[in-house]
């Protein structure tokens, strides 16, 4: 039986994150992978911030780069933001995942692919000893001192050592158009309880004339697919044309909460597997990168003392909430407050944003990471914006972050 320091579920960006962060240190790292190619299949939009290439330590993945956005209603009303210069980037999504898998690499971390995690017992003692399948139905076991999940939002680490999964899980779905009528430089998102209802719509050019075009919305009877369909005809309708078929298509689920713990005796979880996503936007690859770094500090101090219980490795719930934690209640309290708007509140709360000093704060204050910084200046300087949920609104900013966790979702509002 192999065995080794650590075994990472996961060769996405929060895997390979931490698996750099570990073989680095000098420990003895396997990365698994249940896809037989890493990268493959695409998982998310791949619109990032400069924190993510600065976390890569590389531009090599950059495609193009965003200086501005529009912000479209249900009834197609809109508002648009330009900065000075580039906001966020587009990126080859699969060559971040490549890219990082090899640094992780460099440093002496060994990658497996085709091999699927099944099941782990953790005996009172000793190594957590792991299952799993390769491609051709045989099993392969592997005792490993820590067992690192990031296998995503469907984690099976999380399932086999008992850590509770995110509260939702919004369905996406996404398709590569290879031209595009748009322009290079904005992305387009699309609001409306028909069209994308708990989430939004986007339209994200990908630097080589074609974009991105996708959806996230609540679970529920209706399709991502559908929601999907009805995009794209929002699409042709602001732009006047018909689409071109994809050439790709991108099918995922976003998890949408937070996990109670993301570490437990012999074992931890990163990135989408610990619901290390941004509420508001459902984007989690800066997050999940910063917090494997976290959690590669918190693993190699663990792995040199030979304490991995579940109080030791408890700091690095400490810490990552400590860094991110306050952004995801407010961001989630916010989201609360989106999903109960009809499609004609969302028409005012675009009209609101109009105004030349508010798209000024929006330009100033954006921030694509922590996007609660921009809405709370945002309800600071709109009345019309606070009167949407005038005791909601004004307990928030004026008792601050506390308050988030404790509004009740509340039904959605039909359309109006």
């Known amino acids: 039986m192999e065995r080794?320091?650590?075994?990472?579920?996961?060769?996405?960006?929060?895997?390979?994150?931490?698996?750099?962060?570990?073989?680095s240190r000098g420990h003895d790292v396997l990365v698994v992978e249940e896809h037989g190619r890493v990268g493959h299949p695409v998982q998310c939009a791949g619109l990032v911030s400069q924190r993510v290439l600065d976390l890569a330590g590389s531009r090599s993945m950059v495609l193009g780069a965003v200086a501005g956005a529009t912000v479209f209603g249900p009834s197609l009303g809109s508002v648009s933001f330009a900065a000075d210069g580039p906001r966020a980037f587009v990126i080859d999504r699969a060559g971040l995942d490549v890219y990082l898998a090899e640094r992780a690499a460099k440093a002496g971390a060994r990658f497996r692919t085709g091999l699927r995690f099944d099941r782990a017992e953790r005996p009172p003692e000793g190594p957590v000893r792991a299952e799993l399948t390769d491609e051709s139905g045989r099993r392969v076991e592997i005792e490993a001192r820590l067992l690192i999940g990031a296998d995503g939002v469907a984690s099976a680490v999380a399932r086999a050592v008992r850590l509770r999964r995110p509260v939702e899980v919004l369905p996406a779905f996404e398709a590569e158009i290879p031209r595009s009528p748009g322009d290079a430089g904005q992305v387009e998102v699309y609001l409306g309880n028909e069209l994308a209802p708990g989430l939004f719509g986007w339209w994200i050019p990908d630097g080589a004339g074609g974009a991105r075009v996708g959806v996230a919305a609540s679970a529920g009877p209706v399709s991502a697919r559908t929601y999907y369909e009805r995009l794209s005809h929002q699409v042709e309708r602001r732009f006047g044309v018909r689409l071109p078929g994809p050439t790709a298509l991108l099918v995922s689920g976003i998890p949408i909460g937070t996990v109670p713990h993301t570490s437990t005796d012999r074992a931890l979880l990163?990135?989408?597997?610990?619901?290390?996503?941004?509420?508001?936007?459902?984007?989690?690859?800066?997050t999940g990168m910063r917090c494997a770094e976290i959690a590669a500090g918190v693993a190699d101090r663990g792995l040199r003392s030979g304490n991995l219980s579940a109080e030791a490795l408890a700091e690095y719930d400490r810490a990552w909430r400590a860094e991110l934690g306050e952004e995801f209640r407010e961001a989630m309290f916010l989201r609360r407050l989106f999903t109960r708007l009809s499609d004609r509140d969302l028409d005012q709360v675009v009209a609101a944003l109009q105004g030349a000093e508010l798209k000024a704060s929006i330009v100033a204050f954006g921030d694509i990471d922590f996007p609660s910084h921009v809405a709370r200046q945002l309800l600071r300087q709109s009345p019309s914006l606070v009167r949407l949920f005038p005791k909601a609104v004004s307990a928030w900013l004026g008792g601050g972050p506390a308050l988030a966790p404790d509004l009740d979702p509340g039904r959605r509002r039909t359309a109006q």
Do not use: E, H, M, R
């Open 270 to 286: 990163v990135g989408d597997a610990a619901a290390q996503v941004k509420p508001l936007s459902g984007g989690g690859i800066f």
């Open 4 to 23: 080794v320091d650590a075994l990472v579920v996961g060769a996405g960006p929060a895997g390979s994150t931490v698996a750099y962060g570990l073989a």
